[in-house]
């Protein structure tokens, strides 16, 4: 059978590239031989994903929180995925990063512009029922948005916005770790001690958090972009970008679950504790944390101001989809 020169070509091609890193060709091709082909849902290992949203009650709109949340995580691991790869480029150009940057807004924009699903797609007397089955599980225990906080800016900027002027890099991690913001919302409401939900949290990751901080300590996007040379640093469109990014993660984001939890844990007069008792009208506003991943962009009376024209409206929305 006479072999086509396009087909010898590539041979003489893969040849070279398995003999250069020391492999057989031929056993390459004997395990190709015997290779089955390809298809969508094993590449994607569909039925595995599709067997995940594994409910614990019977009311249906619990596979919609579950199936969101779960989307949600996989978003995390792909704007961790661009976090890394900022971080680990030598000499970024303005282009490089104004696209990576884009990237990491694009996802947080179609994960605040779903958030409907949550807001406005399940019934609320659903919800109240099957979220008791939950506890004390909580979105609060999401590891993977506290390391996108931790690869953006160091943890200096996530102290508790009371106590920040009290903070420094020259701090241990372990202190600015102690006083990060999110651990007042897991403070018991009433006995104003950790909750279940903040302890589980701290036993699990903790180690991991403080491993992640110290490896990158003064490797951050927070530090990235301060050490870049005038003429990339200077691009208005790359500021607009860091700025957009900043404020997707630190006040959209949490405005748009704070308005799920008006929706339905705020109603008639009566706030009902978020699942595991966290303390979620003092974790969520953005207003009360004033969390920045690069505030040496930002005027001090935009920091002040901190996502303030954003709460004001949320809280107006809220209360008019409250009554409905």
Do not use: C
Not at 243 to 260: E, T
Not at 291 to 302: C, K, R
């Amino acid at each position: 059978m006479e072999i086509k020169p396009e087909i010898a070509e590539r041979i003489f091609a893969l040849e070279e590239k398995f003999k250069n890193s020391g492999q057989d060709l031929a056993s390459y091709l004997d395990g190709l031989l015997h290779d089955r082909y390809l298809t969508y849902w094993d590449y994607l290992s569909i039925d595995t994903l599709l067997s995940l949203q594994k409910t614990l009650t019977h009311f249906p709109d619990e596979k919609i929180f579950i199936s969101y949340h779960q989307i949600t995580e996989l978003y995390f691991k792909l704007i961790i995925h661009e976090q890394k790869q900022i971080i680990e480029k030598e000499s970024p150009d303005a282009d490089f990063l104004i696209e990576k940057y884009n990237r990491l807004n694009r996802y947080f924009r179609i994960l605040t512009d779903s958030f409907d699903v949550m807001i406005k797609g399940m019934e609320r007397k659903q919800f109240l029922k099957f979220r008791m089955s939950l506890l004390p599980a909580s979105g609060f225990q999401s590891a993977q948005f506290r390391m996108i906080e931790i690869y953006a800016t160091p943890l200096e900027n996530l102290v508790s916005y009371q106590l920040r002027d009290q903070f420094s890099e020259k701090n241990s991690l372990e202190e600015l770790y102690e006083n990060i913001y999110w651990k007042r919302g897991g403070i018991d409401l009433k006995t104003e001690e950790k909750t279940l939900t903040l302890r589980q949290f701290e036993k699990r990751y903790t180690a991991r958090f403080l491993r992640i901080a110290s490896e990158y300590k003064g490797k951050t996007l927070f530090h990235q972009y301060k050490e870049l040379p005038d003429s990339v640093k200077n691009n208005k469109f790359l500021k607009e970008a860091l700025r957009n990014f900043d404020a997707n993660v630190n006040v959209n984001w949490p405005l748009m679950h704070m308005g799920a939890a008006y929706r339905y844990l705020n109603k008639d007069k009566e706030t009902i504790a978020a699942t595991g008792g966290t303390n979620w009208k003092e974790f969520l506003p953005p207003t009360f944390q004033k969390n920045s991943f690069f505030p040496y962009l930002w005027s001090e009376e935009e920091l002040e101001n901190w996502g303030r024209e954003w709460v004001n409206h949320m809280f107006n929305s809220e209360k008019k989809i409250a009554k409905n």
